[in-house]
């Protein structure tokens, strides 16, 4: 594949591109722990497809950082001070692959209930994919500026997988939130949350209406008191006249 951008603008596109292939690297062995743990048909079913979709995007990242002179695993090979940026790419890896061993065992523990876990790993699921949106939003911008337009594709095309996964995630939170709560509080409770809206309601009216009933009273009061007054002076008058 020819390059559609120079050496320098290559060197750029390799350097978030191999971010972004360390971060799809970092949750291959995220999503493998999840799948084990996830209790949801539907939400295991999305996990093993987006495990399938992670790989496919990582050789598709190598490849083109490959087409684009650049390596992905040791970071990009980058001429002249960009051996900098080569160090802090292979750093970078390390620290994901790290980050990544560390994750999967500690998803596997925390939690207070086995859909507290589910809860949990969902949520982690979610700011990932946020956070993969956001590398290749990135890319695609990058690449569109420099006019790669094989790397811009290729981004969006990621970008709207992530998507894709995110709105599975934003789909089956609120059921696994509804199984925690259903684990963790007890029924009476649940009941009462539910109806506490209709109970506050009242509550809230009443407020007003308990504190405009002295306001009104008070109104009335200081009428009926200005009323009397008057009354007494006219009577006064009448029995100075008199
Ligand atoms: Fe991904």
Same mark, same amino acid.
Do not use: F
């Given at each position: 594949?020819?390059?559609?951008?120079?050496?320098?603008?290559?060197?750029?596109?390799?350097?978030?591109?191999?971010?972004?292939?360390?971060?799809?690297?970092?949750?291959?062995?995220?999503?493998?722990?999840?799948?084990?743990?996830?209790?949801?048909?539907?939400?295991?079913?999305?996990?093993?497809?987006?495990?399938?979709?992670?790989?496919?995007?990582?050789?598709?990242?190598?490849?083109?950082?490959?087409?684009?002179?650049?390596?992905?695993?040791?970071?990009?090979?980058?001429?002249?001070?960009?051996?900098?940026?080569?160090?802090?790419? /292979? *750093? +970078?890896?390390?620290?994901?692959? $790290?980050?990544?061993? %560390?994750?999967?065992?500690?998803?596997?523990? !925390?939690? =207070? #209930?086995?859909?507290?876990?589910?809860?949990?790993?969902?949520?982690?699921?979610?700011?990932?994919?946020?956070?993969?949106?956001?590398?290749?939003?990135?890319?695609?911008?990058?690449?569109?500026?420099?006019?790669?337009?094989?790397?811009?594709?290729?981004?969006?095309?990621?970008?709207?997988?992530?998507?894709?996964?995110?709105?599975?995630?934003?789909?089956?939170?609120?059921?696994?939130?509804?199984?925690?709560?259903?684990?963790?509080?007890?029924?009476?409770?649940?009941?009462?949350?539910?109806?506490?809206?209709?109970?506050?309601?009242? /509550? *809230? +009216?009443?407020?007003?209406?308990? $504190?405009?009933?002295? %306001?009104?009273?008070?109104?009335?009061?200081? !009428?009926? =008191? #200005?009323?009397?007054?008057?009354?007494?002076?006219?009577?006064?008058?009448?029995?100075?006249?008199?």
């Amino acid at each position: 594949m020819a390059k559609s951008t120079t050496p320098v603008s290559d060197a750029v596109l390799v350097k978030y591109l191999n971010e972004a292939y360390g971060k799809e690297m970092q949750l291959e062995t995220a999503l493998k722990a999840q799948i084990a743990l996830a209790q949801r048909p539907a939400l295991k079913k999305g996990l093993q497809d987006h495990l399938k979709v992670t790989k496919a995007q990582a050789r598709g990242l190598k490849k083109r950082m490959r087409e684009l002179g650049g390596k992905a695993d040791a970071g990009p090979d980058l001429p002249g001070p960009d051996v900098v940026a080569d160090a802090a790419g /292979a *750093a +970078s890896s390390l620290a994901n692959k $790290a980050l990544a061993a %560390a994750k999967g065992p500690v998803q596997a523990l !925390r939690g =207070t #209930s086995a859909s507290d876990n589910e809860l949990r790993n969902a949520r982690d699921c979610y700011w990932n994919e946020a956070e993969e949106i956001a590398h290749y939003a990135v890319i695609e911008a990058v690449a569109t500026e420099l006019g790669d337009r094989e790397t811009a594709k290729l981004a969006k095309q990621y970008r709207k997988e992530e998507e894709r996964m995110q709105a599975l995630l934003e789909r089956e939170i609120p059921k696994i939130v509804k199984a925690v709560l259903k684990e963790e509080v007890p029924k009476q409770e649940r009941s009462t949350a539910t109806s506490s809206p209709a109970r506050r309601k009242p /509550a *809230a +009216s009443r407020k007003p209406a308990s $504190a405009s009933k002295p %306001a009104a009273s008070r109104g009335s009061s200081a !009428r009926s =008191t #200005s009323s009397a007054r008057s009354t007494t002076s006219t009577r006064r008058k009448a029995a100075a006249k008199a």
